[in-house]
């Protein structure tokens, strides 16, 4: 089951992108600077998302662009020209809410997997028909839904089902909140939620009395989404990409989380969860709780956090593990190399990727456009395979790490670590651009 069904987690920043990967994520969301669901995630820089798709794709990572909110009339003038960048940068699907988008994005970028978010309020299989044929290659649940109405759904429409399995829950339906609107002052439906429902509140009955108590004010306030023990449940019921909320949330909840999910999908998804995991989780973010939200009851007292959350101190270090781990040191990629050096001859090296979907390869000869290297006879201190292997397998800042290096050499030769260094180097560019490419488009249809 470890690749069969796709973890897809948040990104609110290059750093959680990376984060991301470097947890296990077999796909991440990320918004632009433009008409996102998360408009204070940190995804304001319009070059963000392209970094995050190259530094993904070349680690066989798909990347979803969060295109969430209701546009308004005037704002579709520009959305071709916004999009167009990151369709030909090889974007992997959009998620859409408006319905005015998918259509505009299935006539403008054909090619584009469109997938309907959970702010389209997908609750059943007749929506779920309606949006497939309206283009849709996926939907994004309500997060209202149990296990029984996913499978009925799975059964009846032959359509992509992606389902949040952890992060934050809504009091109001998914995309029909206009409580952040009416109290806060902005609209949640344009990315702006003013997160209301995390408000104290004094409930009273018909006859004025007070029914909540000084300490039990937090009546809207939903504990966090965490479907862990019920992994396998939730693959079975037909979800096919499980979504982590939490693109306001740090790098660091985004590695944890995914690490932990991750850790579980690759062991089959068993039901017992370890202690130490569970408490991973509560360390990395806690409201109050968690629960398993509306998978097996419609709903209940325990959903509700209630109570203001009492200070504490996370373990730092178990957090500060996570951090090295996830945070500072970047997932590399197994490449096979191959060196030839023939005396009289430029060398050559071949660097090949057959990993998460990557199949490339490229050769280079130490042939540049101002000279030719030639390997030489050694006058002093031939370069054995040792020597050639250790200067080959120093890949650096480049995304690669040498799963395997062959070496073929003539006895007694030379030739300066400085051309062996840029031989590799010439050769990690040109796969770096080979692998890059295999994703990119042409423009879209004006």
Known sequence: MARSVELLSPAGSIEAARAAVNAGADAIYMGGPLFSARAYAESAESDMLTEAIRFCHLRGVKVYMTLNTLLKEREFSGLYEYLLPYYREGLDAVIVQDPGVLGFVKKHFPELPIHASTQMTVTGRYSAALLKELGASRIVTARELSLEEVRDIHAHVDIEIEGFIHGALCYCYSG???????????????????????????????????????????????????????????????????????????????????????????????????????????????????????????????????????ERRPDGAMLTAIKKRFLETDLRVPVRAEAVFRTGAPAELRLSVSWRGIRESVCVKSVYEDRTVRVEPAQKSPMDKGRLRESLDKFGATPYAADEIGIEADESIFLPVREINELRRKAADELTERILAGSRRDGGTI
Do not use: W
Not at 215 to 235: C, H, I, Q, W
Not at 292 to 298: C, I, K, T, W
């Open 176 to 310: 029909q909140c206009l409580m952040s609107s009416m109290i806060g002052g902005r609209s949640g439906n344009r990315g702006r939620c003013a997160g209301t429902c995390r408000l104290p509140y004094e409930v009273y009955d018909e006859n004025g009395r007070q029914l909540t108590q000084k300490n039990g004010k937090y009546v809207l306030s939903m504990k966090d989404f965490n479907t862990l023990p019920e992994l396998r449940a939730v693959t079975e019921a037909g979800i096919c990409s499980l979504k982590i909320e939490g693109r306001m949330k740090s790098p660091l909840y985004v590695a944890a989380v995914t690490h932990i999910y991750r850790k579980y999908l690759d062991a089959g998804c068993p039901e017992r969860i370890a202690a130490e995991d569970e408490r991973l989780l509560r360390e990395v973010f806690d409201r109050g709780g968690s629960t398993d939200g509306y998978l097996s009851h419609h709903n209940g007292r325990d959903m509700i956090v209630l109570s203001e959350k009492a």
